[in-house]
């Protein structure tokens, strides 16, 4: 089932349920989904799963700043309501690797371009997303990649 229609059905699913909770956060994310759709010009034929996964993701970094801004700024219960967001939407992201998964991968990445300095971050990092996709988190990839290259 394309991710788009599993979401939708998760609505109708959650908002039948008397959750509206759930429901008023997925349709939020459907219309992160849509406004990418009109931005990119595909709204007859809608988009493909990693893009949604990409958007998802997106959604995902969106809140965790807020919550971030939310606790410095003493509002908890905003930050709580955050990771609730959270929560709800990272069911539809994949699998989140590991930091010791994403290190030999970047190892690998280093090795086949022969990277030596931090001047070759940007195509270590380019190397490793492409390979990783949407399995990792970018903040993290490029964490441990500069800490490979010093």
Not at 2 to 17: C, H, M, S, V, Y
Not at 32 to 43: G, S, T
Not at 58 to 65: A, G, P, Q
Request: charged share 30%; aromatic share 2%; no cysteine.
């Amino acid at each position: 089932m394309a991710l788009k229609q599993r979401i939708t059905d998760d609505i109708k699913a959650a908002l039948l349920g008397g959750d509206r909770f759930v429901g008023e956060t997925l349709k939020n994310l459907k219309a992160a989904i849509l406004n990418e759709e009109v931005a990119q010009n595909k709204r007859d034929e809608g988009l493909d799963d990693a893009t949604i996964e990409q958007i998802i993701a997106r959604e995902v970094k969106k809140r965790s700043e807020s919550v971030k801004m939310y606790e410095q700024g003493g509002r908890a219960d905003l930050a709580e309501n955050e990771q609730k967001e959270i929560d709800v939407i990272k069911v539809y992201l994949p699998e989140q690797l590991g930091e010791d998964q994403i290190q030999v991968i970047v190892d690998a990445a280093i090795q086949q371009l022969g990277a030596s300095g931090m001047s070759d971050m940007g195509k270590v990092i380019g190397v490793v997303k492409a390979k990783v996709g949407n399995t990792a988190d970018g903040a993290l990839v490029a964490k441990i990649v500069k800490e490979a290259l010093n």
